[in-house]
């Protein structure tokens, strides 16, 4: 049934992501990149990508992004964001939202990836940094060697030192954490080792990436 009605899901979905277009553009520079699982049967057909609020999916994921990430109302903790790759799609609206609404909250986001020529909304979001003295944002590469590009920022995976480093920007604050489900729960315990209780840490796990 499916084969023969394809074509009707498919018109339906993509008339969906032109509405979730429409609603995303009046909320740029804060909404996020939703990517619909290809795996997903009903997707599959149309294979959509679309822009839409971090507050509207028009599909369901078959897995992941698993949480519940808003950020918390006690402006007095600073936030602690520590993402690798796609996963900074999350912290990317929480940190446009915040500059937009002017919020008071103190953001520092430690974002990790292989190369420069692989992190996503890179140039914005160091952007962001210049505009809002309320965010922090330590940038760090794991794997040069194969890069075009200088890099002067930090290196190597996210770690209890690199933490300790920028200590100022996330002492006594609540941590949130995205990225692949390995990497989640390394985070988890760098932070457990640097004495972090697990009710102040946040997790949303992405898969299939």
């Known amino acids: 049934m499916f084969e023969r009605y394809g074509h009707l899901f498919e018109h339906t979905a993509k008339r969906a992501a032109q509405t979730a277009d429409r609603v995303c553009a009046s909320l740029e520079p804060y909404c996020r990149t939703i990517v619909v699982n290809e795996a997903d049967r009903f997707a599959k057909p149309c294979n959509i990508k ?3 609020s971090p507050y509207l999916w028009i599909a369901k994921r078959r897995q992941g992004p698993l949480g519940d990430l808003t950020l918390h109302e006690d402006a007095s903790r ?14 990317r609206s929480i940190v446009f ?6 919020l008071p909250h103190r953001l520092a986001l430690f974002y990790s990836n292989r190369r420069p020529e ?12 210049k505009t809002n003295p309320n965010h922090t944002m330590v940038v760090t590469m794991t794997d040069m060697k194969d890069s075009k590009h200088l890099w002067i920022g930090e290196t190597g995976s ?3 030192q690199m933490l300790a480093k920028y200590s100022d920007a996330t002492k006594g604050g609540i941590f949130y954490i995205t990225g692949p489900p390995a990497m989640v729960k390394g985070l ?4 457990a080792g640097a004495g972090v209780h697990s009710d102040d840490v946040r997790v ?4 299939g990436y």
């Open 78 to 91: 600073p936030a602690g964001l520590l993402t690798g790759g796609i996963g900074v799609t999350t912290f």
């Open 188 to 191: 988890q315990a760098v932070l």
């Open 97 to 102: 939202q915040a500059a937009h609404l002017n």
């Open 158 to 160: 996210i770690n209890a």
């Open 118 to 129: 692989d992190a996503a909304f890179l140039a914005e979001l160091q952007a962001l940094q």
């Open 204 to 207: 949303e796990e992405y898969t």
């Open 50 to 52: 679309c822009q839409i």
